[in-house]
C-alpha cells in the first residue's frame, strides 16, 4: 500500500505482512489512497478495505523479458512547416503563422512549446471532445503539493519550463475533491489528476488584482474527515469560548480539539 495511491475497486495490496483488497462499493474505491483510511492502522480503513490474510515474499515473474534491436537510420528526418500548417501539442492545436513569420515554424527555439513560439504559431484551441478555449482574465496561482486546498480552489500547471503552455485547474466537488490535498501523485496534469481536478482550459499572464493589495497575516486552518467527507476546523480563539459546546472541535497549530 502507498499513502496517495490510485486504486481500484478490487485491487490488492501488501502491508506490514497482512493482505488487503480495496472495497468494491460504489466511491469507496476513492478512499483506498487516503491515510484517513491506511489499511489495518486507522480508524476507518474497514469503510474501505477488506482483510484477506497474511502474505509472505513476493510473486514470481513469468519470464525473462525480450528485447528487439533496430539498425541504425543515420540520423532523422527533419520536419517542415508552411504557413497554415496545423499541429497538436499537450492537447493544444497550434497553427503555422503567415510568412513572413512562417519561417521560423521549423527553426530551433521556435517550437510550439519553444521560448520564442508566438513569433511562428498561434494557438487555436483544444483539439480533443471538451470545448475549453482561453481563460482571459490571466492564471491563479501555481499549484504547490503541499497547500491547502479546498472545493472550488483554482490552480495553474506549466507543461514545460518556458511556460509556453499554462493549464487552468479546479479542485472538485466532495467526494472527489480530497484528492486536491493527496499529494503529487494526484497532482493536476497527473495520470491520476482528474480524480480532484477539473481542466478549465488554458491562460496566460497574471489575475489582475481588484484593489490595491493589502498586507494579509493567513489564518490556520485544520482539515478533519468525519468518515463522510472533509470538514474545515476553525481556529481556537480565547474570545469565543462562552460559544462553545460539548462536541465543538477547535483547530490549534496542526491539533484539533475537541
Known amino acids: 500500500w502507498t499513502s496517495g495511491g490510485s486504486y481500484e475497486g478490487g485491487d490488492l495490496v501488501e502491508l506490514d505482512g497482512n493482505f488487503y483488497s480495496c472495497s468494491t462499493a460504489t466511491g469507496a474505491n476513492l478512499w483506498c489512497g487516503l491515510d484517513a483510511y491506511k489499511p489495518g492502522d486507522s480508524a476507518h480503513w474497514e469503510q474501505a478495505w477488506k482483510l484477506l490474510g497474511s502474505c509472505d515474499g513476493t510473486i514470481p515473474p513469468t519470464t525473462a523479458p525480450a528485447y528487439s534491436s533496430l539498425a541504425d537510420h543515420n540520423g532523422c528526418p527533419v520536419k517542415t512547416y508552411e504557413a497554415g500548417d496545423k499541429v497538436e501539442l499537450y492537447g493544444l492545436v497550434y497553427e503555422c503563422r503567415s510568412w ?139 474570545a469565543d469560548r462562552s460559544s462553545c459546546k460539548a462536541g465543538t472541535r477547535v483547530c490549534k497549530g496542526t491539533n484539533i480539539y475537541k
Not at 530551433?108 to 519553444?114: A, L, N, R, S
Not at 479546498?150 to 466532495?174: A, H, L, M, P, R
Open 100 to 238: 513572413p513569420n512562417s519561417e521560423w515554424c521549423s527553426q530551433e527555439g521556435y517550437e510550439h512549446d519553444g521560448p520564442n513560439y508566438k513569433e511562428a504559431w498561434n494557438v487555436l484551441g483544444f483539439c480533443d471532445f471538451r470545448s475549453l478555449g482561453e481563460i482571459g482574465d490571466g492564471c491563479p496561482k501555481e499549484y504547490v503539493s503541499y497547500a491547502l486546498f479546498e472545493i472550488g480552489d483554482q490552480v495553474s500547471v506549466s507543461v514545460n519550463d518556458v511556460k509556453s503552455v499554462v493549464y487552468n485547474y479546479k479542485c472538485k466537488s466532495w467526494p472527489n475533491g480530497a484528492y486536491c490535498n493527496s499529494g503529487d501523485n494526484f497532482a493536476p496534469g497527473t495520470d491520476s489528476g482528474n480524480l480532484g481536478w477539473t481542466k478549465k482550459g488554458f491562460c496566460e499572464g497574471t489575475l489582475s488584482p481588484t484593489k490595491a493589495p493589502i498586507a494579509y497575516a493567513p489564518v490556520e486552518k485544520c482539515r478533519w474527515n468525519n468518515g463522510t467527507k472533509a470538514i474545515t476546523i476553525q481556529p481556537w480563539c480565547d
